[in-house]
């Protein structure tokens, strides 16, 4: 089932440049499952029409042309009743100014006013107002009154100036939106080791063998793992994706990085999760300085790297061990020999000749296979949703491996 079906949300835009990703969000919580009403402040109008946003939720967006005081609109103060929550993105230091201060002057304010659910803010603004005393005392009232305000990203903001002030990313408002309507903590006391990402093998100082690997699903199953309450160490080769707020993130390049990252945070892993996918093979002798042009022919020797996901399952202790494979061909007999060969416990296959899913794509469809003679075959999902079920699956594998051994 979809994670956040029968979710009725409120987003609320304000005028900020950033409302452009609310179109965005809003794709991303309706893709969830979450039946979103819009409400657009007059200033975001100015931003983004309520056309982008009607179309995107399939339902009317409410303005602030609308008179809050008006008869249609006590129907609608009963929507933001019945609302699982209200999300502010981007939030204004003005809004948040008179959510704060309780003030109700236009439609959204309003609607502030009349939520019986939980409030989250993603604040968006531009250098130096964040850290203006007036807005870290509204943001501390609110979060005292048990308002989610998620702290702005740092980086390039719109003036020109930089500093902490641009919207988080979309994916981790979604996450901040998931943790706040589903609060599962079933994997709460767990340590997840996770690898994701490619390597990066160096030819010389400026080139490298590497592969298509986006790291999307690694970071999906860190971020998951965040949510339902694991702690998380996530080490990852180079991706374009920022690491999910919480997890101990440790950054490497190659596959003898990695393994060394891995095998140090190791003993204290419950579970391990090996998305990473690692270079098989390394050049034997990379040039200490750049190889010039102008050859007439060049080869490149290679050497195998370290298998880590087998050094893992052999050194693992208690720990339940997750690889991931990448296949093309006979996808579910090539699954069943490396989870074999692997030594572990789970192995996630998924077929990368296909388009749409597996490398740097947004979706996954995978093969569930385990030690035990169980598959299971996941149909095309979000990796997020992806994330999720791999984690069920450990878990369930593991109470059903515990209760066996007991007997
Ligand atoms: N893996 C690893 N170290 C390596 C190669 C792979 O830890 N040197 C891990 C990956 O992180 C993944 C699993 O092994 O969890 C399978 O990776 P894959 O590339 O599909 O398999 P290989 O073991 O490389 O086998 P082959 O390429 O021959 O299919």
Redesign the pocket.
């Known amino acids: 089932m979809e994670p956040l079906a029968g979710k009725r949300l409120i987003l609320g835009v304000t005028g900020s440049i950033a409302a452009y990703k609310a179109a965005y969000l809003l794709r991303e919580l309706t893709r969830l499952g979450a039946e979103v009403t819009v409400c657009l402040t007059e200033h975001a109008r100015q931003f983004v029409g309520p056309l982008t946003f009607r179309t995107l939720s399939g339902r009317p967006v409410l303005s602030d042309l609308f008179d809050p005081r008006g008869e249609e609109a006590v129907e609608h103060v009963a929507l933001a009743e019945r609302a699982h929550a209200i999300v502010v993105a981007p939030a204004t230091a003005h809004v948040l100014a008179k959510a704060a201060h309780g003030l109700a002057d236009d439609f959204l304010s309003t609607l502030l006013l009349a939520a019986r659910g939980p409030l989250l803010f993603a604040p968006a603004m531009d250098g130096g107002m964040w850290e203006h005393p007036a807005v870290r005392a509204n943001v501390d009232t609110l979060r005292a009154r048990g308002v989610i305000v998620l702290e702005p990203d740092a980086g390039a903001l719109a003036s020109g100036l930089a500093g902490k002030g641009r919207l988080p990313e979309v994916e981790h408002i979604v996450e901040a939106v998931r943790r706040l309507l589903a609060p599962v903590a079933d994997l709460a006391g767990e340590h997840l080791l996770i690898?994701a990402g490619p390597t990066r093998e160096p030819i010389d100082p400026v080139r490298y063998v590497s592969n298509r690997s986006s790291g999307k699903m690694g970071y999906a199953i860190a971020t998951a793992a965040l949510r339902r309450g694991a702690a998380v160490v996530l080490v990852s080769g180079p991706t374009a994706i920022s690491p999910p707020p919480g997890a101990v993130f440790v950054p490497v390049q190659s596959?003898e990085d990695m393994r060394e990252a891995i095998l140090q945070h190791l003993g204290e892993a419950t579970i391990v999760i090996?998305?990473?996918?690692?270079a098989?093979y390394r050049p034997a002798h990379p040039s200490p300085a750049k190889i010039r042009s102008g050859q007439e022919r060049l080869s490149i020797d290679l050497s195998p790297?370290?298998?880590?996901?087998k050094e893992v399952a052999a050194r693992r202790g208690s720990a339940f061990v997750v690889?991931?494979?990448?296949?093309t061909g006979d996808v579910a007999a090539?699954a069943v020999a490396?989870l074999r060969d692997?030594g572990i416990d789970l192995l996630v296959a998924n077929d990368v000749s296909r388009e749409g899913i597996g490398f740097d794509a947004d979706d996954n469809e995978v093969l569930l296979v385990d030690r035990w003679g169980g598959t299971e075959p996941l149909a095309r999902r979000p990796k997020s949703m992806i994330a999720d079920a791999i984690l069920d699956r450990v878990l369930a594998l593991r109470a059903h491996a515990q209760t066996t051994r007991a007997r």
């Open positions: 690898s596959a090996k998305a990473a996918a690692v098989d790297n370290p298998d880590i996901l690889g991931f494979a990448a296949e090539h490396k692997k």
